[in-house]
């Protein structure tokens, strides 16, 4: 049987209007019990959404209980608060708590992961993670420390060249950004690697060769085109030099002013800096849409880097595996953002239901699974 033929596309049937109902609800029982609906209120934003995504003619469900979510968090809280004073009293440092939390962090997101893979089905078949303690403290700790040690060496070399006015260092910065993109891009392929190669459907595993230089070379591009795209804005007057003019001297050197701290805190209300109200209008609409454009640009191309990957291996007596196909496009998730931002900007945040459905309805209609689904039985 031809699987390209079995193309499977899932679809969301939830209202923003009914969705509404169950968020304000939730958001007022929060505020009055002081956050302890916030599990219960977990459970019902989780469930409405599950139940109304379909694939296949089937729904899925998610069967957590709020009980014991509440009593996992209030452990959380009372372990951090005990040990947070116990180390203090020996160690008098303010960083001990927020060390305990980021030690404690892998833990706290692996048994997330594995809870909420655990409390949803499909076809009455439980999904699960498999993925270790260890590996997660190697992705999450071990990367992101080598890139914070990029990000340091950045700011050391920075400074070293900063003075040096001319094109070489220009260039040696714009590469040095473009360093820390490609570690940043490192530090993600390998979470996707984990969590995605962890997840398991019944005993079916989910499986991806996900290859960590797509990641390097795709933000590697995204500097090379945010980089040029920024200076130009400082150079046409489109971005405030004030807010940038510290330590840009070595990408701009015929540009830009030193300015000390007062002199440049005198200068917005006596040279013009704040009263230039293209600038006070262009800045936060400018950085908005980069930052749009930026997350809706990696969004696309990594999600359907990821599903393209994908599959869903199975036995030989259970059939073929099982492929996914992901269609997003820049255009329309770039839309979808900037009309999901302005519809809650502009309705005082009460638009966010609707923002969440959009995006929802979007994600699923743009969501396949390639393969004879009749061949899952309800019961494993």
Request: glycine share 6%; charged share 15%.
């Amino acid at each position: 049987m031809n699987q390209k033929a079995n193309s499977n596309v899932m679809h969301f049937i939830g209202q923003g209007r009914e969705f509404f109902d169950i968020w304000i609800v939730n958001i007022i029982l929060s505020i009055i019990t002081l956050g302890f609906y916030t599990p219960w209120a977990k459970v019902r934003k989780k469930r409405y959404f599950y139940n109304n995504t379909f694939l296949y003619s089937d729904n899925f469900e998610y069967h957590a209980d709020p009980k014991k979510i509440l009593a996992v968090r209030l452990s959380v809280i009372i372990f951090m608060v005990v040990a947070t004073y116990i180390v203090s009293i020996y160690i008098r440092n303010y960083l001990v708590g927020p060390l305990i939390f980021i030690a404690i962090l892998p833990s706290l997101i692996l048994y997330k992961t594995k809870s909420d893979a655990e409390m949803t089905s499909y076809r009455d078949i439980r999904f699960s993670f498999n993925g270790t303690l260890e590996g997660l403290f190697k992705v999450l700790i071990g990367r992101a420390l080598v890139m914070f040690a990029s990000i340091v060496g950045f700011i050391i070399v920075f400074t070293w060249v900063r003075y040096d006015a001319d094109l070489k260092a220009f260039g040696f910065n714009l590469l040095a950004f473009g360093i820390i993109f490609s570690s940043y891009g490192w530090f993600i392929s390998g979470l996707y690697k984990y969590f995605v190669n962890g997840y398991q459907y019944g005993n079916k595993k989910f499986a991806a060769d996900i290859k960590g230089q797509y990641f390097n070379e795709l933000y590697f591009k995204v500097c090379l085109v945010v980089a040029p795209v920024f200076f130009a804005l400082i150079f046409f007057g489109l971005i405030p030099l004030g807010l940038f003019s510290f330590g840009l001297s070595a990408f701009l050197p015929e540009l830009m002013l030193d300015y000390y701290p007062y002199e440049l805190l005198m200068s917005y209300y006596y040279d013009g800096f704040i009263p230039n109200f293209v600038e006070i209008i262009t800045f936060p609409v400018v950085f908005l849409i980069m930052i749009f454009g930026i997350t809706s640009y990696t969004t696309v191309v990594i999600r359907n880097y990821v599903f393209s990957q994908l599959q869903l291996e199975v036995t030989e007596q259970d059939g073929p595996t099982f492929e996914f196909t992901s269609t997003l496009t820049f255009k329309e998730l770039l839309s979808l953002t900037i009309y999901n931002f302005a519809l809650q900007f502009f309705t005082l945040g009460l638009g966010r239901p609707w923002a969440m459905i959009n995006t929802v309805r979007y994600m699923t209609k743009n969501t396949a699974v390639i393969g004879d689904l009749s061949k899952i039985d309800k019961v494993d």
